[in-house]
Nanobody, 114 residues
């Protein structure tokens, strides 16, 4: 069983930055595909960013140029650096690990508001 623990969410003003972290337990993290999703109230969960085992990345159009996904295989951790945050980025952010099966974290709230 893989456990994912997210951290780094919070309240930030528009234009501000946050960095989310997600640490995985007992798995071959380096060969897993890692992703961040988000779900705003009343909306479906949507893909934000993906990083593959070869470190290639892909982003949703809405966050391109503002968000950066990265990974540290030595720490079994994936990060999401979020800059120039907007109110529409407000959501619960979920970490996902895919390696055959798919695992989810518990989510961390990000609120962008003045």
């Amino acid at each position: 069983q893989v456990q994912l623990v997210e951290s780094g969410g919070g309240l930030v003003q528009p234009g501000g930055s946050l960095r989310l972290s997600c640490t995985a337990s007992r798995t071959a993290f380096s060969i897993a595909t890692m992703a961040w999703y988000r779900q705003a109230p009343g909306k479906q969960r949507e893909l934000v960013a993906v990083i593959f085992d070869n470190a290639s990345t892909t982003y949703a159009n809405s966050v391109k140029g503002r968000f950066t996904i990265s990974r540290d295989n030595a720490k079994n951790t994936v990060y999401l650096q979020m800059n120039s945050l907007r109110p529409e980025d407000t959501a619960v952010y979920y970490c996902q690990l895919a390696r055959g099966l798919v695992y989810w974290g518990q989510g961390t709230q990000v609120t962008v508001s003045s």
